[in-house]
């Protein structure tokens, strides 16, 4: 691959990197501090979620003429998946039974969890379900294919595991800072990094989606079953 090549490849990961890692902080801003609970605020929040997930496939397919591909695990990674999910969860839960009881706000995570509908039963296991066998497929697909892919050509590997993981936790602190208070969404956002750097590591290493999957999804597992702690598991089983 010439010079010229080459810069031409950066020039286009940048211009895909500079419209599509905005768009989720873009989205949180507006459905949760700007525009929160307002029929704009919600498109814009679902614009913004489409443009996340949709435009990796069209600049695939328009731009780099590439094909689709369900990102087959050749070079294995699915045990080293699932064990670093189950160390990771381990390592949340522990933290959270020695500081995180104290540390955390519980009464303004569940209001804040009642102002979007997850309060009862139905709504928070729904949520679950969505976020740990759908939301984190879509988010290795965006966060470790796409946006890893493009930062690596602009830095090379290492620098696009940091590169990377750090658009992946931007969306993630914004977000955090409307559950809990600007110290615990801190270190959550923390760990997003950790998880980010680990998920990106496990794609330059097998180059598939589906190890850092396994990871993510037994992380979100962890993750939601604190949250049942926290509000009650048994109010919102009646409720």
Same mark, same amino acid.
């Given at each position: ?19 599509? @890692?905005?768009?989720?902080?873009? /989205? ?11 029929? $704009? ?5 679902? @614009? ?17 003429? /590439?094909?689709? !591909? ?9 045990? %080293?998946?699932?064990?670093? =999910? ?7 839960? #522990? ?10 706000? !519980? *009464? ?11 309060? !009862? ?15 984190? +497929? #879509? *988010? ?6 796409? +946006?890893? *892919?493009?930062? *690596? ?5 290492? %620098? &696009? ?24 969404? #801190?270190?959550?956002?923390? /760990? +997003? ?21 396994? !990871?993510?999804? @037994?992380?979100? $597992? &962890?993750?939601? /079953?604190?949250?049942? +702690?926290?509000?009650? $598991? =048994?109010?919102?089983?009646? %409720?």
């Amino acid at each position: 691959m010439n010079g010229n090549n080459k810069f031409s490849i950066k020039v286009k990961s940048i211009m895909a990197l500079t419209l599509l @890692v905005p768009a989720p902080s873009l /989205g949180v801003l507006a459905g949760m501090y700007l525009l929160p609970g307002s029929p $704009l605020g919600k498109a814009i929040f679902t @614009v913004c979620k489409i443009w996340l997930l949709v435009f990796p496939l069209l600049w695939l397919k328009i731009v780099d003429k /590439g094909h689709f !591909s369900l990102s087959p695990v050749r070079q294995g990674g699915l045990w %080293g998946g699932a064990i670093s =999910g189950v160390v990771l969860s381990l390592l949340i839960v #522990l933290l959270y039974l020695i500081w995180g009881r104290n540390l955390l706000d !519980s *009464e303004l995570f569940i209001s804040k969890m009642q102002e979007i509908g997850m309060d !009862s039963f139905p709504m928070y296991f729904g949520g679950a379900l969505y976020w740990i066998f759908v939301n984190s +497929v #879509l *988010e290795e697909s965006v966060w470790r294919w796409f +946006v890893y *892919e493009k930062c *690596e050509a602009v830095t090379g590997p290492w %620098g &696009a595991i940091i590169l990377g993981s750090i658009f992946f936790t931007m969306h993630h602190f914004i977000a955090l800072q409307t559950f809990f208070h600007l110290h615990i969404a #801190l270190i959550c956002s923390a /760990g +997003v990094f950790i998880g980010g750097v680990l998920w990106s590591f496990m794609y330059r290493r097998y180059r598939s989606v589906w190890p850092g999957y396994i !990871s993510h999804a @037994v992380v979100d $597992l &962890a993750i939601f /079953g604190i949250g049942a +702690v926290i509000m009650r $598991l =048994g109010t919102i089983i009646n %409720g």
